[in-house]
């Protein structure tokens, strides 16, 4: 490789994290080298140090961490060595980073245009009329709707699908010559996760940005790297080309990693009787716009249903109306087939602790600020009233239950915990107040595979253990073949197609449960590349969020 050719040069980085009063490593002596124009996968594990690492590429190191030892030469300079001043010179600038939430990386409080000038501008880029001209441009490459128009709104205005494609934009409003991209499709659905990852492969090879592409997902790495480095507790596996590694990699761990996707859910045996939840001919709005049309679905005892379907499907709002936090305009939610209050404020409090909700985003739905012993325990004392001895006896409990430790975890901080482990405690949380009925919100989407394998597992247990009823809310279709029952499929506020699982992935399908199918990525270097080609050809749109 030519020196000319080089544009990021790491040798031997170490990072250490801080573990009360003593440092422990996390990144152990890694290399990496990326050529101009060259687009790396790193693939691992949660805590194998893929986002530590693609933050110490910009001479980062986030609270609890530094950077120990080796270099980081960026296009020559030296970033260990750099003043603060330069540093915030080149990020932004030559340097950009894609988060891989969108929604809670943008200002709630601003624009879409106000963020995404501020770099140009305050990088001195260009002034303000041309970086608002330069926005609409990239917003069209990025196939945003009414670009000219879409910079206007808040953050909470678009879908994620939207917001994430704008992220990337705003990253690229400098050009720089490094792109970070950090887990950016993970919570996208599969037909939205095409429109991005085609748009951001698009817009890094027109203009020739090099690219640190952090995922866990395979298939997907495996349409935008040139080049692939498998990482595990902070050290290098193996590398090489995409081609190469997804044809005959050499270690028995990178092997674990393509095989992952192995779990089927035991056999419950649960007969269909009486539904614990209906959904019967519900319709909603949020204003004038409705959301939901006369949507129907049952959920049984010991019996998942999957409900799939892209961003703004109307997935999440169903699950708002059974909660009681969107009251339907038409139709009713039925409990043991006893109607439901439609507002949650009027519910009694045993209608809401039998339905409990394990959210997408651990990070944000557990307090940051409470102990587990807290977490686990309010809504034990709150729904059973339990007290003393006996709240701490069944908390203990939950952890046993969720194979967590007492003693190790019950008075530690979320920010202690690891992703699986934040989204155990959002499961024992939810556990605590004894229901019947639980929604699980996308709760494997932001898991790397091993992880959410573990999760599946736990829920599966516990289904069959504690007699419970999910109502899985995914837009992953490998997660639906491995745990659901019945499958539900949404597109625009209605039920496009419905039935048990086994009837529902054997053809013939709805043309929209087809689209779905066709758009899980596979593990091909050529998949997007043919698809786009063959959608492009039959004049077929890859999303209704475009």
Same mark, same amino acid.
């Given at each position: 490789m030519a020196d000319s050719d080089?544009?990021?040069?790491?040798?031997?980085?170490?990072?250490d994290g801080k573990a009360g009063d003593d440092w422990l490593p996390i990144v152990k002596g890694v290399n990496l080298t990326l050529k101009k124009g060259e687009v790396l996968g790193l693939i691992g594990e949660s805590g194998a140090g893929k986002s530590t690492?693609?933050?110490? =590429?910009?001479?980062?190191?986030?609270?609890?961490?530094?950077?120990?030892?080796?270099?980081?030469?960026?296009?020559?300079v030296d970033l260990r060595k750099s003043s603060q001043d330069n540093l915030r010179r080149l990020r932004g600038k030559r340097i950009a980073y894609v988060a891989q939430s969108a929604a809670a990386s943008f200002n709630p409080a601003h624009k879409l245009m106000e963020q995404y000038v501020e770099a140009p501008v305050r990088h001195g880029v260009m002034g303000r009329s041309e970086a608002e001209r330069d926005a609409v441009e990239l917003y069209r490459k990025m196939q945003l709707p009414n670009p000219e128009e879409i910079g206007f709104r808040f953050p909470h205005q678009v879908s994620g699908g939207q917001l994430q494609r704008a992220m990337t934009a705003m990253a690229m409003s400098c050009r720089p010559d490094l792109i970070i991209f950090d887990e950016p499709t993970t919570a996208l659905d599969v037909t939205t996760q095409i429109e991005v990852l085609a748009a951001i492969r698009d817009i890094v090879e027109q203009f020739g940005t090099s690219?640190?592409?952090?995922?866990?997902?395979? *298939?997907?790495? *495996?349409?935008?790297?040139?080049?692939i480095k498998i990482l595990l507790r902070g050290e290098e596996v193996e590398e090489a080309d995409?081609?190469? !590694?997804? *044809?005959?990699?050499?270690?028995?761990?990178?092997?674990?990693?393509?095989?992952?996707?192995?779990?089927?859910?035991?056999?419950?045996?649960a007969p269909k009787s009486e539904p614990v939840v209906s959904v019967r001919n519900v319709s909603a709005s949020y204003g004038p716009v409705q959301v939901l049309d006369d949507v129907s679905f049952d959920i049984h005892a010991r019996r998942t249903v999957a409900v799939v379907g892209e961003s703004g499907s109307g997935k999440s709002t169903a699950a708002r109306v059974i909660t009681g936090l969107l009251p339907p305009t038409h139709g009713e939610v039925l409990f043991d087939g006893t109607p439901l209050p439609a507002d949650y404020r009027k519910r009694t409090r045993d209608q809401l602790r039998h339905?409990? !909700?394990?959210? @997408? !985003?651990?990070?944000?739905?557990?307090?940051?600020?409470?102990?587990?012993?807290?977490?686990?325990?309010?809504? =034990? @004392?709150?729904?059973?009233?339990?007290?003393?001895?006996k709240l701490n006896e069944r908390i203990r409990e939950l952890l046993h239950l969720i194979e967590m430790e007492p003693d190790e975890f019950i008075d530690r901080l979320p920010s202690e915990l690891s992703g699986g482990q934040k989204q155990r405690i959002g499961i024992a949380r939810a556990l605590a107040a004894e229901p019947r009925f639980i929604i699980c919100d996308e709760v494997t989407s932001a898991l790397d595979q091993i992880v959410a394998e573990g999760i599946l597992k736990l829920l599966d247990r516990l289904q069959g253990e504690l007699n419970l009823a999910y109502m899985f809310?995914?837009?992953?279709? =490998?997660?639906?073949?491995?745990i659901a029952d019945d499958v539900v499929v949404m597109q625009k506020g209605r039920v496009v197609e419905q039935g048990p699982k086994e009837e529902m992935f054997r053809p013939p399908h709805h043309p929209y449960t087809d689209l779905l199918l066709s758009s899980v990525p596979e593990m091909d270097p050529d998949w997007l590349t043919n698809l786009l080609e063959e959608r492009k050809s039959k004049d077929h749109p890859t999303s209704a969020d475009a």
């Open positions: 080089l544009l990021l040069d790491i040798r031997d980085l170490r990072i690492i693609g933050l110490a =590429a910009m001479g980062f190191a986030r609270d609890g961490c530094r950077i120990s030892g080796g270099t980081i030469d960026f296009d020559g690219a640190i592409y952090i995922t866990h997902d395979l *298939a997907v790495v *495996a349409q935008m790297a040139d080049r995409t081609r190469t !590694m997804l *044809a005959d990699p050499q270690e028995d761990y990178t092997k674990s990693l393509w095989a992952v996707r192995s779990f089927k859910r035991s056999a419950q045996d339905a409990q !909700m394990i959210y @997408q !985003m651990a990070d944000t739905a557990l307090n940051p600020k409470l102990t587990i012993r807290k977490l686990i325990g309010r809504p =034990a @004392q709150m729904y059973l009233g339990l007290r003393g001895r809310i995914t837009h992953d279709l =490998a997660t639906v073949k491995a």
